[in-house]
């Protein structure tokens, strides 16, 4: 099985295979890289690259699908990501990139971000930024907004953070169908403990990298019972492990 081969039996793809295809509804994939003992990155949130050559272009591929893709805003300040689809292999017309969606609730992207800076030089989509409703008058706000970013102020749930329905449903009034959540650690987090009442998660793609890493990494934990996920698919890219998971309940 290669990539796309992957990514053809874990989404529901459109007829020639290169989007998703959920015309009324709304689809989200919670997908991460780790090592062996279980890391998205390293101590202090060092960006580590985990995902082999095949892997990271099956993450490619997945974002070329999907029409937005979703980080939190410590990912961009340890890693500057430019969330686009590099990695795929030259063709007319390119690819469809997602859309980057940011949680950032004080706005603290930096302004010569690459996500910024690649779309000002029209190589990227500008971000979409959820921050909280304290901020709908601030200047960092205008800011943002007069470099091309758009920025959304919404209410903060009771934890403090920016409500993951909130974000799907902004979305959906955009006219937008599925969201690719990319991390990081406190994002999937979130994701992943307030799945069953709060996000609907609708695959979660996971690639086990072949290595193990040092010293005290950053990993994701779940401020919930443990849940046991159905695997859906499993499969080697190179010396990496992909796995496609469905949530219980999710029909
Ligand atoms: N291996 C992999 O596949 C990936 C690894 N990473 C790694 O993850 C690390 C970053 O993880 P981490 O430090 O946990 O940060 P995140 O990227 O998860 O960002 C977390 C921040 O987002 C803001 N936020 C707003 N709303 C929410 C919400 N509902 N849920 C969670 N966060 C919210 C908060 O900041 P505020 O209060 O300021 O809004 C929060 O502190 C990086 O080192 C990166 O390399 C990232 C992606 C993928
Ligand atoms: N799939 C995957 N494998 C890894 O090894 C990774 N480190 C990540 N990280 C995510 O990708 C972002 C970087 O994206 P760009 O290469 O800049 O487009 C990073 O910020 C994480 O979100 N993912």
């Known amino acids: 099985m290669d990539e796309l081969d992957?990514?053809?039996?874990?989404?529901?793809?459109?007829?020639?295979?290169?989007?998703?295809?959920?015309?009324?509804?709304?689809w989200t994939t919670v997908t991460f890289?780790?090592?062996?003992?279980?890391?998205?990155?390293?101590?202090?949130?060092?960006?580590?690259?985990?995902?082999?050559?095949?892997?990271?272009?099956?993450?490619?591929?997945?974002?070329?699908m999907h029409d937005a893709i979703l980080v939190g805003i410590n990912t961009v300040l340890s890693d500057d990501p430019q969330l686009n689809t590099r990695h795929l292999p030259p063709r007319e017309g390119g690819y469809q990139l997602p859309?980057?969606?940011?949680?950032?609730?004080?706005?603290?992207m930096p302004l010569d971000c690459k996500l910024i800076r690649n779309a000002s030089s029209g190589i990227g989509k500008y971000p979409l930024v959820f921050c909280t409703q304290a901020l709908q008058d601030d200047i960092r706000k205008r800011t943002l907004q007069d470099l091309g970013v758009k920025v959304i102020p919404v209410e903060l749930g009771?934890?403090?953070r920016i409500p993951m329905s909130t974000v799907v449903e902004t979305l959906r009034q955009l006219g937008l169908h599925s969201l690719m959540v990319e991390g990081g650690a406190s994002v999937l987090s979130s994701c992943l403990s307030s799945a069953r009442d709060k996000l609907?998660?609708?695959?979660?793609?996971?690639?086990?990298?072949?290595?193990?890493?040092?010293?005290?990494?950053?990993?994701?934990?779940?401020?919930?019972?443990?849940?046991?996920?159905?695997?859906?698919?499993?499969?080697t890219l190179g010396g990496d492990i992909v796995a496609a998971y469905d949530l219980p309940g999710n029909s």
């Open 6 to 26: 992957f990514l053809r039996s874990v989404l529901p793809l459109d007829h020639d295979q290169s989007r998703l295809s959920v015309k009324e509804g709304f």
């Open 33 to 64: 890289a780790q090592s062996l003992n279980g890391c998205i990155a390293g101590p202090n949130g060092t960006q580590l690259i985990l995902s082999g050559k095949q892997s990271m272009i099956m993450t490619h591929w997945m974002r070329s």
């Open 99 to 108: 859309l980057p969606i940011v949680l950032d609730t004080h706005l603290r």
């Open 158 to 160: 009771s934890d403090g």
């Open 200 to 235: 609907r998660i609708d695959r979660i793609i996971v690639t086990i990298a072949n290595c193990v890493t040092p010293g005290n990494g950053t990993h994701y934990d779940i401020s919930a019972q443990m849940t046991r996920l159905s695997l859906h698919t499993v499969t």
